[in-house]
């Protein structure tokens, strides 16, 4: 990835455009330049632009609002960027309301556009933020962060890494690599470890927390309920005995009861049928006239349209005189209509030719009015161009008298510094001499210092040839203790060959350890047999106890039936009493009302006999009976689908044991005693003594003592691979150390040569540095000047000064020339132009006056003729009047024709009533004289009495339904009577006790009682025996989900072993340590490059600390905190392009940023910086420095100079 350029705009301290084209000269001429300026001027926003633009933020984590600058109402950042061979381009851009200051923050947008090479043009790939990240990572595989770590280097961090404690070293390098997650990852696998362990203890103390019964406990329980449940039974039965003794006592009373009710609603009934008889007269009437009502209907309608058209004749005949003087004054106001419309058209006409007249003026002033207007605007504009041309022409004047006075400035400087001409001639040739002497000096340095350092790796290699030495002595000493030591710890019979021990080891350990599974496999079978055999037996003893309590459930279901069917015929007895009693209630209110020798209204007798002898009902006694007798039926039914659902399940059980499950059960048994008998035949074969069947107690002393030999044998097998594996490593040391010694004393012959050699060089570089400063010479005498090591800076600083002065003053005095002559040619247009544009003011003067005289004479003629009246406004009333008379005269016309449409209508109408009243008159006539005939046929004595005769037909309906009514109950009341005779009378012949009521409700009442308190008891027994079964499901499940908890936290904790831990260290240092090895091997390549005197290393074991590798000194290993504040700068460098290299993984960066570590450098360490960065830039990358350091201003050419200016912004400017 290469950057390509970087614009920007309002971002910051940075208000104005900034570009920075990498492909434009100077930034394209050096691919090493520095970003310059006081602390606070805005260096850093220039990298902020970069990460805006790619990835929509910045590093230092402001909000967007606060990105733009001060005042501004819009910012953008934009990117062009290079990957492989293809062009993009990213955009970032915001800004506020109408891009005002003051206006609301809009969202922010982003742009990624592709090059298109045959369009010559950037086409957009992505426009959502979302999509244009993802796409940025596509295109550069490079996210944010990796971005960061490996564009903009982070050897600031890594100064601090190297110089940082153990605790602050690890929390910099996680902030660094971006190895945050496995700090996480530790966190989490110690969380979730502890969870688990929590979850499983809240199992274990829920189980321990139940309350189980034991087998003889759980037993009792059962033999108790059993003996409640049958002495339940037996008093049930003497409750039901009582309880139908004592409903036959009242099931007589209330048949009593009922015949006498009976027999008294009969005389009732008798007495209201007699006083019916007058009703019955009436209706007898009603049914007589009934065939003559059609007649007399006939009559009534004819009667009523004889009146009606009665009415009707003397209406029309009061109407019609006022509707003939409303015809008479219609046609007068039509007649005045019709001339009030010929006076308007009259009028109209008068007006029109004046109008027409007046109207034609007016067009023509209008028409006046635009052309005047459009005069007085050329007027004003002529004024304006000749007021501009007359100041034009005055500054043009002014401008052209201060150029003339700064050429003769100008002028009188050339001639004084006339020997500064030929310095752009000569310092081209003086600056190649000063290149070649710098470059002959650096190699004279630079050969001086090799000289020295392979004086002072000779010196080292001979030190460190005798420590080689002694270390080898070493190992030997270490070899033969290791080996006395195995020799020790081996068996007698041990041979020489190790690895024979060992192998040996392993078979013996191995065949314990199958051993040990086959005895554990026989007493796993042993213990799954003995709970087959009791699981056996508890299901036997389940299905006898079943069968019992079904042959139980028989005998009470079957009792069950016999009290249902005994309640429901005292349910019925009780419905029917309380429908009696309600019955009396009822017509109580009405027999009060009755009085001796009235008719009743229901049955029309005239005897009350009720009236007499009061009979008080009791319908709230009743009504508890019923309820009671309900409740009871409702009780016992569900006591029977209870027993009924009870006896169900306990069959499906029974079916169950007896069926498949048990037959299942004993396959198993054999299953397991087979696999019991296997398992002791292979036993045998090691341990004759075993019987057929071990129980599994008798095994664990043998297979405790089989564990204990097998860890023996494994605690000797360890301990012997330990201490060959040290043998092993001492005899790998120590010929590491021989070749170590061989490589070094070959390393001392080639230092020697190398140092002749280094001697000779320095003195052949010595000798061209004098030739050249010979040759430099020649160059700079004409100038006054001799070169010196100490001040060729300076005198080469004020050639340059003097070079660029006189290039300016020379410049300037050529662009005064050509200004002056460009003024002057202005100024003589200028004075044409004024000339011509008086002429034309005026002409427009003279144009304007006379259009302002023509329209001031049509305005007088207008006024004369019509003053200031508008014709049309008048015209359009005349035409309204005329349309008003037009409408009045229609209105006027209709109205006539109307009033003599009504008279016509009014006269025909009478006389066709007239006719109508004849013609009925008779029909009504021969209406009458057929409905007296009909009447006396029927035996009445005129029209009259049988009209009266007949009843209307709600009455008639009234009367009939109450002489239905009365023989209906007659007819009821002697069938119910002659049915609770009967009843009564089968009821006493069943006799069923001799004891009176009291006496039974009171023994009733005590069985009640105890049978109450013997259910209450078997309730509570049944409700432990439910909670007992209830505790026992609970207990194993959650057995089983303590099996499949333990399980998942020994998984869990398992991992916790490897990572877990509260504050995430454990696997953080892990991951840490293999990043840092890795970070460290591409550290190494970039520093051998850099420098080839160090490597970097990492310290073994789990630290964090790196040593510095000194291959000067054969290779020597020391600490970080001995290097020097360069060397420290180099190391960091290293790591920080390791860093980039490893966080860009296979994108190949191209730009670099560096923007912190210089402020702290030397001058002679930041010589040695500049040279490395030099080194760095010749690999082909592009590198940027961020620093205010002076030094590195002066040594850096090419630069982007960033100065703050007074109103808190800055201005940027690219030099080189």
């Given at each position: 990835?290469?950057?390509?350029?970087?614009?920007?705009?309002?971002?910051?301290?940075?208000?104005?455009?900034?570009?920075?084209d990498?492909?434009?000269?100077?930034?394209?001429?050096?691919?090493?330049?520095?970003?310059?300026?006081?602390?606070?001027?805005?260096?850093?926003?220039?990298?902020?632009?970069?990460?805006?633009?790619?990835?929509?933020q910045?590093?230092?984590?402001?909000?967007?609002?606060?990105?733009?600058?001060?005042?501004?109402?819009?910012?953008?950042?934009?990117?062009?960027?290079?990957?492989?061979?293809?062009?993009?381009?990213?955009?970032?851009?915001?800004?506020?309301?109408?891009?005002?200051?003051?206006?609301?923050?809009?969202?922010?947008?982003?742009e990624?556009?592709?090059?298109?090479?045959?369009?010559?043009?950037?086409?957009?790939?992505?426009?959502?933020?979302?999509?244009?990240?993802?796409?940025?990572?596509e295109?550069?595989?490079?996210?944010?962060?990796r971005?960061?770590?490996?564009?903009?280097?982070?050897?600031?961090?890594?100064a601090?890494?190297?110089k940082?404690?153990?605790?602050?070293?690890?929390?910099?390098?996680?902030?660094?690599?971006?190895?945050?997650?496995?700090?996480d990852?530790?966190?989490?696998?110690?969380e979730?470890?502890?969870?688990?362990?929590?979850r499983?203890?809240?199992?274990?103390?829920?189980?321990?927390?139940?309350?189980?019964?034991?087998?003889?406990?759980?037993?009792?329980?059962?033999?108790?309920?059993?003996?409640?449940?049958?002495?339940?039974?037996?008093?049930?039965?003497e409750?039901?005995?009582?309880?139908?003794?004592?409903?036959?006592?009242?099931?007589?009373?209330?048949?009593?009861?009922?015949?006498?009710?009976l027999?008294?609603e009969?005389?009732?009934?008798?007495?209201q049928?007699?006083?019916?008889q007058?009703?019955a007269?009436?209706?007898?009437?009603?049914?007589?006239?009934?065939?003559?009502?059609?007649?007399?209907?006939?009559?009534?309608?004819?009667?009523?349209?004889?009146?009606?058209?009665?009415?009707?004749?003397?209406?029309?005949?009061?109407?019609?005189?006022?509707?003939?003087?409303?015809?008479?004054?219609?046609?007068?106001?039509?007649?005045?209509?019709?001339?009030?419309?010929?006076?308007?058209?009259?009028?109209?006409?008068?007006q029109?030719?004046?109008?027409?007249?007046?109207k034609?003026?007016?067009?023509?002033?209008?028409?006046?009015r635009?052309?005047?207007?459009?005069?007085?605007?050329?007027?004003?504009?002529?004024?304006?161009?000749?007021?501009?041309?007359?100041?034009?022409?005055?500054?043009?004047?002014?401008?052209?008298?201060?150029?003339?006075?700064?050429?003769?400035?100008?002028?009188?400087?050339?001639?004084?510094?006339?020997?500064w001409?030929?310095?752009?001639?000569?310092?081209?040739?003086?600056?190649?001499?000063?290149k070649q002497?710098?470059?002959?000096?650096?190699?004279?340095?630079s050969?001086?210092?090799?000289?020295?350092?392979?004086?002072?790796?000779?010196?080292?290699?001979?030190?460190?040839?005798?420590?080689?030495q002694?270390?080898?002595?070493?190992?030997?000493?270490?070899?033969?203790?290791?080996?006395?030591?195995?020799?020790?710890?081996?068996?007698?019979?041990?041979?020489?060959?190790?690895?024979?021990?060992?192998?040996?080891?392993?078979?013996?350990?191995?065949?314990?350890?199958?051993?040990?599974?086959r005895l554990?496999?026989?007493?796993?079978?042993?213990?799954?047999?003995?709970?087959?055999?009791?699981?056996?037996?508890?299901?036997?003893?389940?299905?006898?106890?079943?069968?019992?309590?079904?042959?139980?459930?028989?005998?009470?279901?079957?009792?069950?039936?016999?009290q249902?069917?005994?309640?429901?015929?005292?349910?019925?007895?009780r419905?029917r009493?309380?429908?009696?009693?309600?019955?009396?209630?009822?017509?109580?209110?009405?027999?009060?009302?009755?009085?001796?020798?009235?008719p009743?209204?229901?049955?029309?007798?005239?005897?009350?006999?009720?009236?007499?002898?009061?009979?008080?009902?009791?319908?709230?006694?009743?009504?508890?009976?019923?309820?009671?007798?309900?409740?009871?039926?409702?009780?016992?039914?569900?006591?029977?689908?209870?027993?009924?659902?009870?006896?169900?399940?306990?069959?499906?059980?029974?079916?169950?044991?007896?069926?498949?499950?048990?037959?299942d059960?004993?396959?198993?048994?054999?299953?397991?005693?087979?696999?019991l008998?296997?398992?002791?035949?292979?036993?045998?074969?090691?341990?004759?003594?075993?019987?057929?069947?071990?129980?599994?107690?008798?095994?664990?002393g043998?297979?405790?003592?089989?564990q204990?030999?097998?860890?023996q044998?494994?605690?000797?097998?360890k301990?012997?691979?330990?201490?060959?594996?040290?043998?092993?490593?001492?005899?790998?040391?120590?010929?590491?150390?021989?070749?170590?010694?061989?490589?070094?004393?070959?390393?001392?012959?080639?230092?020697?040569?190398?140092?002749?050699?280094?001697?000779?060089?320095?003195?052949?570089?010595?000798?061209?540095?004098?030739e050249?400063?010979?040759r430099i010479?020649?160059?700079?005498?004409?100038?006054?000047?001799?070169?010196?090591?100490?001040?060729?800076?300076?005198?080469?600083?004020?050639l340059?000064?003097?070079?660029e002065?006189?290039?300016?003053?020379?410049?300037?005095?050529?662009?005064?020339?050509?200004?002056?002559?460009?003024?002057?040619?202005?100024?003589e247009?200028?004075n044409?132009?004024?000339?011509?544009?008086?002429?034309?003011?005026?002409?427009?003067?003279a144009?304007?006056?006379?259009?302002?005289?023509?329209?001031?004479?049509?305005?007088?003629?207008?006024?004369?003729?019509?003053?200031?009246?508008?014709?049309?406004?008048?015209?359009?009333?005349?035409?309204?009047?005329?349309?008003?008379?037009?409408?009045?005269r229609?209105?006027?016309?209709?109205?006539?024709?109307?009033?003599?449409?009504?008279?016509?209508?009014?006269?025909?109408?009478?006389?066709e009533?007239?006719?109508?009243?004849?013609?009925?008159?008779?029909?009504?006539?021969?209406?009458?004289?057929?409905?007296?005939?009909?009447?006396?046929?029927?035996?009445?004595?005129?029209?009259?009495?049988?009209?009266?005769a007949?009843?209307?037909?709600?009455?008639?309906?009234s009367?009939?339904?109450?002489?239905?009514?009365?023989?209906?109950?007659?007819?009821?009341?002697?069938?119910?009577?002659?049915?609770?005779?009967?009843?009564?009378?089968?009821?006493?012949?069943?006799?069923?006790?001799?004891?009176?009521?009291?006496?039974?409700?009171?023994?009733?009442?005590?069985a009640a009682?105890?049978?109450?308190?013997?259910?209450?008891?078997?309730?509570?027994?049944?409700?432990?025996?439910?909670?007992?079964?209830?505790?026992?499901?609970?207990?194993?499940?959650?057995?089983?989900?303590?099996?499949?908890q333990?399980?998942?936290?020994?998984?869990?904790?398992?991992?916790?072993?490897?990572?877990g831990?509260?504050?995430?260290?454990?696997?953080?240092m892990?991951?840490?340590?293999?990043?840092?090895?890795?970070?460290?091997?591409?550290?190494?390549?970039?520093?051998?490059?850099?420098?080839?005197?160090y490597?970097?290393?990492k310290?073994?074991?789990?630290?964090?600390?790196l040593?510095?590798?000194?291959?000067?000194q054969?290779?020597?290993?020391?600490?970080?905190?001995?290097?020097?504040?360069?060397?420290?700068?180099?190391?960091?460098?290293?790591?920080?392009?390791?860093?980039?290299?490893?966080?860009?993984?296979d994108?190949?960066?191209?730009?670099?940023?560096?923007?912190?570590?210089?402020g702290?450098?030397d001058?002679?360490?930041?010589?040695?910086?500049?040279?490395?960065?030099?080194n760095?830039?010749?690999?082909?990358?592009?590198?940027?420095?961020?620093?205010?350091?002076?030094?590195?201003?002066?040594?850096?050419?090419?630069?982007?100079?960033?100065?703050?200016?007074?109103?808190?912004?800055?201005?940027?400017?690219?030099?080189?």
């Amino acid at each position: 990835m290469r950057i390509i350029s970087i614009r920007l705009l309002n971002i910051n301290s940075l208000r104005t455009m900034l570009v920075l084209d990498f492909n434009e000269a100077p930034l394209s001429k050096s691919r090493l330049f520095a970003i310059t300026g006081d602390t606070g001027a805005g260096k850093s926003t220039i990298l902020d632009a970069l990460t805006l633009a790619l990835y929509g933020q910045v590093p230092r984590k402001a909000d967007e609002g606060e990105i733009m600058s001060y005042g501004a109402g819009t910012s953008l950042a934009e990117v062009e960027f290079e990957v492989g061979q293809e062009r993009y381009r990213s955009k970032w851009s915001i800004w506020r309301a109408h891009e005002k200051a003051e206006g609301a923050l809009q969202p922010s947008r982003r742009e990624l556009s592709h090059w298109n090479a045959e369009k010559q043009a950037f086409e957009i790939i992505g426009e959502k933020k979302r999509e244009v990240n993802e796409k940025i990572v596509e295109i550069t595989g490079l996210d944010y962060d990796r971005f960061c770590r490996s564009v903009l280097l982070s050897q600031g961090d890594f100064a601090a890494f190297l110089k940082a404690d153990e605790r602050d070293r690890s929390e910099l390098l996680e902030r660094i690599t971006g190895t945050a997650i496995y700090s996480d990852l530790s966190k989490a696998a110690f969380e979730r470890h502890k969870l688990e362990k929590q979850r499983l203890e809240a199992l274990e103390q829920e189980l321990e927390m139940l309350d189980l019964l034991s087998e003889e406990e759980a037993a009792a329980l059962d033999q108790q309920l059993k003996e409640l449940q049958n002495t339940v039974k037996s008093r049930r039965a003497e409750e039901q005995q009582l309880r139908e003794q004592l409903n036959w006592l009242l099931q007589l009373e209330k048949l009593q009861q009922k015949e006498q009710r009976l027999q008294q609603e009969a005389n009732d009934l008798e007495e209201q049928s007699t006083a019916f008889q007058p009703k019955a007269g009436r209706l007898a009437l009603h049914r007589k006239a009934l065939p003559l009502q059609l007649p007399i209907q006939r009559l009534q309608d004819a009667t009523g349209q004889l009146q009606s058209l009665n009415e009707g004749i003397a209406k029309d005949e009061q109407a019609l005189p006022a509707l003939q003087q409303q015809l008479e004054a219609a046609k007068k106001n039509s007649a005045e209509a019709a001339d009030a419309l010929q006076s308007a058209k009259a009028a109209q006409q008068k007006q029109a030719p004046l109008l027409e007249k007046v109207k034609a003026l007016d067009l023509t002033i209008a028409g006046q009015r635009p052309t005047l207007e459009k005069q007085q605007q050329a007027l004003a504009h002529a004024r304006e161009d000749l007021q501009k041309t007359t100041q034009q022409q005055q500054k043009t004047a002014t401008a052209l008298q201060t150029a003339r006075e700064k050429a003769e400035s100008v002028g009188q400087w050339l001639e004084t510094h006339a020997s500064w001409s030929k310095l752009a001639e000569d310092l081209p040739g003086i600056r190649e001499q000063r290149k070649q002497l710098a470059g002959s000096f650096k190699e004279q340095q630079s050969i001086s210092k090799k000289l020295e350092q392979q004086e002072n790796k000779q010196k080292t290699g001979a030190a460190a040839l005798s420590t080689l030495q002694q270390q080898a002595n070493d190992l030997n000493q270490k070899r033969d203790h290791a080996l006395s030591q195995f020799n020790q710890l081996a068996p007698k019979s041990f041979t020489t060959d190790t690895s024979s021990l060992l192998d040996r080891l392993h078979e013996e350990i191995t065949g314990l350890t199958q051993r040990q599974t086959r005895l554990e496999k026989l007493q796993t079978l042993s213990r799954d047999y003995e709970k087959l055999l009791a699981t056996y037996s508890r299901l036997e003893t389940e299905l006898e106890e079943l069968q019992a309590r079904d042959r139980i459930l028989n005998a009470e279901v079957l009792g069950t039936l016999d009290q249902i069917d005994q309640l429901q015929k005292t349910r019925q007895y009780r419905s029917r009493i309380f429908e009696q009693q309600q019955a009396i209630a009822n017509y109580e209110k009405d027999r009060a009302h009755l009085e001796e020798g009235e008719p009743c209204p229901l049955c029309l007798s005239t005897h009350h006999p009720f009236r007499e002898k009061e009979v008080k009902p009791f319908v709230d006694e009743a009504r508890e009976d019923l309820k009671r007798a309900e409740a009871q039926l409702e009780k016992a039914q569900q006591q029977q689908r209870q027993l009924l659902t009870e006896q169900q399940q306990i069959e499906m059980r029974i079916e169950q044991l007896q069926g498949d499950e048990k037959k299942d059960l004993a396959g198993k048994l054999q299953e397991q005693y087979e696999q019991l008998v296997a398992h002791e035949e292979q036993i045998a074969a090691l341990q004759p003594k075993e019987s057929q069947w071990v129980k599994a107690s008798s095994l664990s002393g043998e297979l405790n003592a089989l564990q204990a030999e097998l860890e023996q044998r494994q605690a000797d097998r360890k301990t012997l691979s330990q201490v060959l594996k040290s043998l092993d490593a001492i005899k790998a040391d120590l010929e590491k150390a021989e070749r170590r010694y061989h490589d070094a004393a070959a390393d001392q012959r080639l230092l020697e040569a190398e140092v002749g050699r280094l001697q000779q060089e320095q003195a052949e570089k010595a000798r061209q540095f004098e030739e050249g400063t010979a040759r430099i010479n020649q160059l700079l005498e004409p100038h006054g000047f001799a070169f010196e090591l100490k001040t060729a800076k300076a005198m080469f600083q004020t050639l340059e000064e003097r070079r660029e002065a006189w290039a300016a003053q020379k410049g300037e005095a050529d662009a005064l020339a050509k200004e002056t002559a460009v003024l002057e040619a202005q100024l003589e247009q200028l004075n044409q132009q004024l000339e011509e544009r008086q002429a034309v003011v005026q002409e427009q003067e003279a144009a304007v006056k006379e259009s302002q005289s023509a329209l001031a004479q049509l305005q007088q003629e207008r006024e004369a003729l019509f003053g200031d009246k508008d014709p049309v406004k008048v015209g359009q009333a005349l035409q309204e009047q005329q349309e008003q008379a037009e409408a009045q005269r229609d209105e006027a016309q209709d109205a006539a024709v109307k009033a003599e449409q009504a008279v016509l209508t009014t006269q025909s109408s009478l006389k066709e009533k007239q006719e109508q009243q004849i013609s009925q008159s008779a029909k009504v006539k021969g209406f009458e004289d057929e409905l007296v005939k009909a009447a006396r046929s029927a035996g009445f004595e005129d029209a009259a009495t049988a009209q009266s005769a007949l009843l209307t037909e709600s009455e008639a309906q009234s009367l009939e339904t109450e002489a239905e009514t009365l023989r209906q109950q007659q007819q009821q009341l002697q069938q119910s009577l002659k049915e609770t005779q009967a009843e009564l009378e089968q009821e006493k012949a069943r006799a069923l006790t001799d004891r009176p009521a009291d006496e039974l409700e009171t023994a009733l009442e005590e069985a009640a009682e105890a049978l109450s308190a013997l259910q209450q008891r078997t309730g509570a027994l049944t409700e432990q025996q439910r909670r007992y079964q209830a505790q026992q499901a609970k207990a194993a499940g959650l057995a089983e989900q303590l099996a499949q908890q333990r399980k998942g936290y020994q998984r869990w904790a398992a991992l916790n072993d490897i990572i877990g831990q509260a504050d995430g260290k454990k696997f953080r240092m892990f991951a840490q340590g293999l990043t840092l090895q890795k970070l460290t091997q591409l550290a190494n390549i970039h520093l051998q490059q850099l420098h080839g005197r160090y490597l970097i290393q990492k310290r073994e074991g789990d630290t964090l600390e790196l040593d510095i590798v000194d291959t000067y000194q054969a290779d020597n290993r020391r600490s970080m905190n001995t290097l020097s504040g360069g060397e420290s700068f180099l190391v960091s460098l290293a790591l920080a392009l390791g860093l980039s290299e490893l966080a860009g993984r296979d994108t190949q960066i191209q730009s670099l940023f560096i923007d912190e570590g210089f402020g702290t450098l030397d001058e002679n360490t930041l010589d040695l910086a500049i040279a490395t960065l030099e080194n760095l830039q010749a690999s082909g990358k592009t590198i940027g420095i961020i620093s205010h350091v002076k030094a590195l201003k002066e040594r850096i050419a090419t630069q982007v100079q960033v100065t703050k200016q007074g109103n808190g912004f800055s201005t940027v400017q690219v030099v080189g």
